[in-house]
């Protein structure tokens, strides 16, 4: 079947993916742009153009887009506080959602929509790019494959030259707690994957230093522990003289009983445990090499692909909202224990906010 989709949001990354992602699945005839919205006219322009679509079907405003186009989902690609008024819009028009990462720019938020899409019935999965893309994808391959044994740590960079105004584009220079609550969205998700589990604990500290032109905090330190024991040390920042490992290109490192397995730059390598020697020492760069995992698609393709077999009847995707509110929960209880200066029980975090949200 080819399902009928609207997007709204076809500027910045609704762009990429109305010119990128969409069409090898447009291509394959499992989906069909019938509709857009942006409330920027040169934006919405492009889109149109970009795929021919009717002046009909273009509109400024997302109520009157999810009105007047019957459709079968919508893809959402607004920045994050936007997210809330254009899933209600989409859930009041009976419509299934794939939204742009993070759902909502609070925990209050996120529990809100939880419950608005359980209620409703609604299938809402969101587009966690990164943990699906080709290096990812490999690295979390040859974790699962077990023969490391057990895991016992993660290390986790990312790290960015981005100081100046702007640079990571403007509205982020503006955010409160920034790197937690844009980017460490994809970094959480990702690691809690890859840990196994959900979180247990998390010690965060964040800071933007003097050179830094944020108003939020920018740079981010953390130490988590997941609930089978796994443990965590995470830094992403953005203020950095040089970035060693910047967006798209992070470092991740997986600490096994028998062997380590380290991303960095897209590259993928193992080194094994040799049993009769002690005090060794090993460079980076110098592991057994992993080959690249083998798949048709990745990132935001894939998650395409993937959402529309879930509407097919097939299994619930990985990054449903059932799964995705337990990384939000990760990412909000690091802005706790910043704000607090306490480790924060992650579970008893998500538990506080979806009590003290009983029946709304
Ligand atoms: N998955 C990824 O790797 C990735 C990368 C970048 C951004 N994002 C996410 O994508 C979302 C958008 O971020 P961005 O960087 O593209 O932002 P942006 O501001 O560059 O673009 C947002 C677009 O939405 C439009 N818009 C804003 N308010 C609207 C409204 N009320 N109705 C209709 N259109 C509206 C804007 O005009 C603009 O065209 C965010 O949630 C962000 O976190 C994800």
Redesign the pocket.
Known sequence: MTYRMLQ?????????WSERSLPPNIAGGLVELVGI????PV?LRAAQSFHGLPDSACF???AELVRAIKADFVLI????W??E??IGLAVAAGLDVL????VADTMEATIRLENLVRKAGTKLAM????RFDLPNTTFRNALRSGIDGPLDYLVFRQTGELRKYGAW?A?RHELPDVMLG?AGI?HFDMLRDLAGADCATIFARSWTPSWGEFKGDANVLAIATFQNGVKLSYEGTSCNAAAINPYFKGYVRAECENGVLILSHGAVERHWHDPTRQRGSRKEGEGDPIAPAEQTKFG?VWLLDRFLRWLDGGPEMETSMHSHVKSQAMVYAAIRSVHTGQEIDVGAFLQEHRSSSAGT
Request: charged content about 20%; glycine content about 14%.
């Open positions: 709204i949001g076809v500027g910045g990354y609704g762009k990429h919205a942006d409330t920027d934006a400024t405003s997302a690609c607004t920045p994050a936007h997210h008024e254009h939204c742009e990462k993070p587009t966690m790019t990164h584009g509205f844009e994809h935001d």
